[in-house]
T-cell receptor, first 114, second 112 residues
Framework: DTEVTQTPKHLVMGMTNKKSLKCEQH?????MYWYKQKAKKPPELMFVYSYEKLSINESVPSRFSPECPNSSLLNLHLHALQPEDSALYLC?????????????FGEGSRLTVL | AQRVTQPEKLLSVFKGAPVELKCNYSYSGSPELFWYVQYSRQRLQLLLRHISRESIKGFTADLNKGETSFHLKKPFAQEEDSAMYYC??????????????FGKGTLLTVNP
């Protein structure tokens, strides 16, 4: 399995809802990432996990809460989001310590906040 | 702070013509540069990286440290090359080497 799988592909939520985005990879990668991509814009880094520990948080608002339960899974918990948080959320993984910067991306979860 | 600049938002060429997508960077350390590509309705994927000096799908890119550039070139463009291309920079080595910064992207259209 050489893919990063993200679920759900589409999510619509209200500002008071709590939802989660999920990401899974079985390539043995020990670095996992969350990126946010607005339409016609480049991906923007949100969080990096290295060996299941949060190593980078790009000053993301606390309404986004990442979690890395094990080396294959990465979650992004969403609560009290704003309409401007609507975007494509990309998960990625990489073989930590090797070929830094070579990221394997999922297809993304398209989030709409009403 | 590291920065990646892609001056062309859109680039349109005819099939068979040469194509060059420009990328300039600013970084005080030793950078590692990449080109990522996103074809229509497909996931973002690595095209090539400067450390491997390889050619993928006929594309090449040379790191010019003097000009702080990493332009992507192909001598003869094909219609299937139409895609969004992102230049990206990663800080080389150390604990923060996972941080990949993307340029704003260049949308390449190859016309028949």
């Amino acid at each position: 399995d050489t893919e990063v799988t993200q679920t759900p592909k589409h999510l619509v939520m209200g500002m008071t809802n709590k939802k989660s985005l999920k990401c899974e990879q079985h390539m043995g990668h020990r670095a996992m990432y969350w990126y946010k991509q607005k339409a016609k814009k480049p991906p923007e880094l949100m969080f990096v996990y290295s060996y299941e520990k949060l190593s980078i948080n790009e000053s993301v608002p606390s309404r986004f809460s990442p979690e890395c339960p094990n080396s294959s899974l990465l979650n992004l918990h969403l609560h009290a989001l704003q309409p401007e948080d609507s975007a494509l959320y990309l998960c990625a993984s990489s073989p930590a310590g090797q070929f830094p910067g070579e990221l394997f991306f999922g297809e993304g979860s398209r989030l709409t906040v009403l | 702070a590291q920065r990646v600049t892609q001056p062309e938002k859109l680039l349109s060429v005819f099939k068979g013509a040469p194509v060059e997508l420009k990328c300039n960077y600013s970084y005080s350390g030793s950078p590692e540069l990449f080109w990522y590509v996103q074809y229509s309705r497909q996931r973002l994927q690595l095209l090539l990286r400067h450390i491997s000096r390889e050619s993928i799908k006929g594309f090449t890119a040379d790191l010019n440290k003097g000009e702080t550039s990493f332009h992507l070139k192909k001598p003869f463009a094909q219609e299937e090359d139409s895609a969004m291309y992102y230049c990206a920079l990663s800080q080389g080595g150390g604990g923060s080497n996972y941080k990949l910064t993307f340029g704003k992207g260049t949308l390449l259209t190859v016309n028949p």
